[in-house]
């Protein structure tokens, strides 16, 4: 039997019949707890989480001392295209050399380095959970964190977690607000964060139109996300079109800074070349198409103008040439109107030439 699990709307309903909304991130009780791992999962829809399989402190045994081949551990585990955890363990499963495995490389070179903090020294910032109703826990923030404690300590092993009473009303914007001031994470990890985010804040914004009148202004989606004008600034333009995520997702390390100074040049592009403020859907989709390329170093085709080509034709005799060279054209009652004729239309000033030619040779020369 299927449960009827409450939208987003409808929490915050209930939440702000109770508080007023600038408390909704901030009356989140907690407190710090030592909590056994195995107690604990990840969040799979989390945008730093990676698809990992945890094993036992037995089986990670087994495979730390090659008991067991990669192909009866997929074979058992059925983890292919995942990462095997566990205890002095971990196994990147995903097909050798594929984008994804190297992606995975670096994330369990990034953990092992870390495990190796934590078995010598506590960790600064503890990793956030909060209670299901299993007798487990859910894991909000702190994947990475989390995966070097299976690391070094195993699943039997217990840590310290900050522990919210219940889940957070913003979940997602809770993740970004308190992964904000970290330099060592993704950057797609953290455009994606800003999304899933944002899209709470909107529900939330709309709400407070609909119970107060106005909604949430860029101010304060700032401050309820912990950052800065301009850092919000910042994942706005970036955000605003696929290929910038696409190529952060891909392992793209350029500086936030410099891929927003190419999508504003872009968009002032377009607005040049268009004369209009506002950009509709096939103008981002153009932009969408150059930032790709540029990011991607594929030169756009060079179209070449076809050249305009203005034909005098071929005379017949010395008469007409000479008179042609000589008379003011323009000047004869041939019935061409010079001042309405389009000069940059080649086909339109040919024909109009031609026409001269034939006027002269009956007009003028017999």
């Not at 402190?57 to 990462?83: F, G, H, M, N, P």
């Not at 504003?264 to 506002?278: N, S, V």
Request: net charge positive; proline share 4%.
């Amino acid at each position: 039997m299927l449960l009827n699990v409450p939208s987003l709307e409808q929490k915050l309903t209930a939440e702000l019949s109770c508080k007023d909304f600038s408390r909704i991130l901030i009356d989140q009780p907690y407190e710090y707890k030592s909590i056994f791992l195995h107690r604990i999962q990840p969040d799979q829809n989390n945008a730093r989480f990676f698809p990992a399989v945890i094993v036992p402190d037995q089986l990670a045994y087994q495979i730390a001392t090659r008991r067991l081949s990669k192909s009866q551990l997929i074979e058992r585990l059925d983890c292919q295209d995942k990462v095997v955890i566990g205890k002095s363990c971990i196994l990147n499963c995903f097909h050798k050399s594929s984008f994804e495995w190297k992606k995975a490389n670096i994330n369990i070179t990034s953990i092992i380095e870390l495990a190796a903090n934590i078995s010598v020294s506590e960790l600064i910032q503890v990793p956030t959970i909060y209670p299901l109703d299993s007798n487990s826990y859910q894991l909000l923030t702190g994947h990475r964190r989390f995966f070097a404690m299976i690391y070094a300590n195993g699943i039997d092993g217990a840590a310290h977690f900050k522990v919210y009473s219940q889940k957070p009303s913003l979940p997602r914007t809770k993740q970004f607000q308190e992964n904000a001031s970290r330099e060592d994470l993704p950057q797609y990890g953290k455009l994606l964060a800003f999304q899933e985010a944002i899209i709470e804040l909107e529900t939330l914004s709309a709400m407070r139109q609909r119970t107060e009148g106005k909604g949430l202004t860029v101010r304060e989606m700032a401050s309820l996300l912990g950052i800065s004008m301009g850092a919000f600034d910042n994942y706005s333009v970036l955000t605003r079109y696929p290929a910038v995520l696409k190529a952060y997702q891909n392992g793209n390390s350029v500086p936030f800074t410099t891929i927003k100074k190419i999508v504003l040049t872009e968009e002032r592009r377009i607005r040049k070349k268009t004369g209009q403020t506002l950009l509709n859907v096939e103008h981002k989709r153009t932009i969408n198409k150059r930032i790709h390329d540029t990011l991607n170093n594929i030169k756009s085709p060079v179209t070449v103008e076809k050249k305009k080509r203005y034909r005098l034709g071929t005379l017949e005799s010395p008469e007409l040439m000479k008179f042609i060279l000589t008379e003011n054209l323009l000047a004869l009652d041939s019935g061409i109107d010079w001042n309405d004729l389009d000069w940059e239309h080649p086909k339109a000033v040919n024909e109009a030439f031609e026409h001269v030619v034939n006027y002269i040779k009956e007009q003028k020369i017999r």
